[in-house]
T-cell receptor
Framework: AQSVTQLGSHVSVSEGALVLLRCNYS??????LFWYVQYPNQGLQLLLK??????LVKGINGFEAEFKKSETSFHLTKPSAHMSDAAEYFC??????????????FGSGTRLQVQP | EPEVTQTPSHQVTQMGQEVILRCVPI?????FYWYRQILGQKVEFLVS????????KSEIFDDQFSVERPDGSNFTLKIRSTKLEDSAMYFC??????????FGPGTRLLVL
């Protein structure tokens, strides 16, 4: 079974400050990990993904995440927050097993607020 | 850039009525999914579909739900007799069999 835990349902940062959104996963097989962003009243947009290549993954809008197997973590960071980053961020996990299971398991989400 | 589309964007229905939510996946994708997000909660997997059959479903996907690919482009989710607790945002996603799923903008369903 797979699971995702996102610490902090709400995170507030000042514009220009570092953004750190935490994600820990549990998986009995090598995982694929994703961060999706959901802007108000919109769908889920893929920010970045880890698929067993480089452990430091760069995504869109200046975000990056580092896969740390020893810590079972995949935290999302951005050096300098922008007002337009305000959204809900979801961490998700899947794996491509022989059974063909591909369903994504999502975390509960972290709402990022950016203060001027 | 190809994208997943969903219609309608919003639907209001009475309890007990049938609804059909429609999705057009990315054209060369072969794997299709439905997820839902109840307001304020996490996104939950409902069902995956490949080669004209359900490949996986969650415990949420009970007998009142069904999926269909009626033609070469559409993928539908039918809820036979809606309940109040079916009110949610429903997302369609598709993939080419790789690890990445691409999501549509969602259909917000409100059951009264």
């Amino acid at each position: 079974a797979q699971s995702v835990t996102q610490l902090g349902s709400h995170v507030s940062v000042s514009e220009g400050a570092l953004v750190l959104l935490r994600c820990n996963y549990s998986s009995s097989v090598p995982p694929y990990l994703f961060w999706y962003v959901q802007y108000p009243n919109q769908g889920l947009q893929l920010l970045l993904k880890y698929t067993s290549a480089a452990t430091l993954v760069k995504g869109i809008n200046g975000f990056e995440a580092e896969f740390k197997k020893s810590e079972t973590s995949f935290h999302l960071t951005k050096p300098s927050a922008h007002m337009s980053d305000a959204a809900e961020y979801f961490c998700a996990v899947t794996s491509l097993l022989d059974t063909g299971r591909r369903a994504l398991t999502f975390g509960s989400g972290t709402r990022l607020q950016v203060q001027p | 850039e190809p994208e997943v589309t969903q219609t309608p964007s919003h639907q209001v229905t009475q309890m007990g009525q049938e609804v059909i939510l429609r999705c057009v996946p990315i054209s060369n994708h072969l794997y299709f999914y439905w997820y839902r997000q109840i307001l304020g909660q996490k996104v939950e997997f409902l069902v995956s579909f490949y080669n004209n059959e359900i490949s996986e479903k969650s415990e949420i996907f009970d007998d009142q739900f069904s999926v269909e690919r009626p033609d070469g482009s559409n993928f539908t989710l039918k809820i036979r007799s809606t309940k109040l607790e079916d009110s949610a945002m429903y997302f369609c996603a598709s993939s080419d069999g790789g690890e990445t799923q691409y999501f549509g903008p969602g259909t917000r369903l409100l059951v009264l």
